[in-house]
């Protein structure tokens, strides 16, 4: 296993929320150490109306203005000529954070985790939990 410093290539989901910030930073500072490529990534669920699952123009302006909001991250958490990419998905978060850092061979994620325990997790769970079991590469869990 590599250790941080020799990680290439990184993949960071985020759901804009503060304790996301936190993997924000905590990628930035280890792609400035390292030039790693950084791979930013949001996922929504997929949206529902009633019994109707909404399609086309939604999902697009939906991803849109994901990517628009995952720019911005990107401009404020990362130096200029930082080798920053976003993405936005959709799907169930752990499965499409999981299948992204596959598919582009990524050494690492780096996700954040609220820490909830108890009936909370229970009822919930941990995009962070799952994300720890199933993905192929180091997962660097970083807490708020």
Same mark, same amino acid.
């Given at each position: 296993?590599?250790? !941080?410093?020799?990680?290439?290539?990184?993949?960071?989901?985020?759901?804009?929320?503060?304790?996301?910030?936190?993997? %924000? /930073?905590?990628? &930035?500072?280890? /792609?400035?150490?390292?030039?790693?490529?950084?791979?930013?990534?949001?996922?929504?669920? !997929? #949206?529902?109306?009633?019994?109707?699952?909404?399609?086309? @123009?939604?999902?697009?302006?939906?991803?849109? *203005?994901?990517?628009?909001?995952?720019?911005?991250?990107?401009? *404020?958490?990362?130096?200029?000529?930082?080798?920053?990419?976003?993405? #936005?998905?959709?799907?169930?978060? &752990? @499965? =499409?954070?999981?299948? #992204?850092? #596959? @598919?582009?061979? &990524? @050494?690492?994620?780096?996700? !954040?985790?609220?820490?909830?325990?108890?009936?909370?997790?229970?009822?919930?769970?941990? =995009?962070?939990?799952? %994300?720890?079991?199933? &993905?192929?590469?180091?997962?660097?869990?970083?807490?708020?």
């Amino acid at each position: 296993m590599n250790s !941080p410093q020799q990680w290439k290539k990184i993949v960071v989901p985020t759901d804009f929320s503060s304790c996301a910030e936190i993997g %924000v /930073q905590a990628a &930035a500072g280890l /792609q400035q150490a390292s030039g790693a490529e950084v791979l930013l990534l949001h996922v929504t669920e !997929p #949206a529902h109306s009633g019994l109707r699952v909404q399609t086309g @123009d939604l999902h697009d302006a939906m991803r849109k *203005e994901a990517e628009a909001k995952l720019r911005k991250v990107a401009a *404020e958490a990362f130096a200029a000529g930082a080798q920053v990419r976003v993405m #936005a998905k959709e799907g169930h978060p &752990a @499965d =499409v954070i999981c299948k #992204a850092a #596959a @598919d582009e061979k &990524a @050494d690492a994620i780096i996700i !954040p985790t609220h820490g909830h325990s108890g009936l909370v997790h229970m009822l919930l769970g941990s =995009v962070a939990e799952k %994300v720890v079991r199933h &993905a192929r590469c180091s997962v660097l869990v970083v807490r708020e």
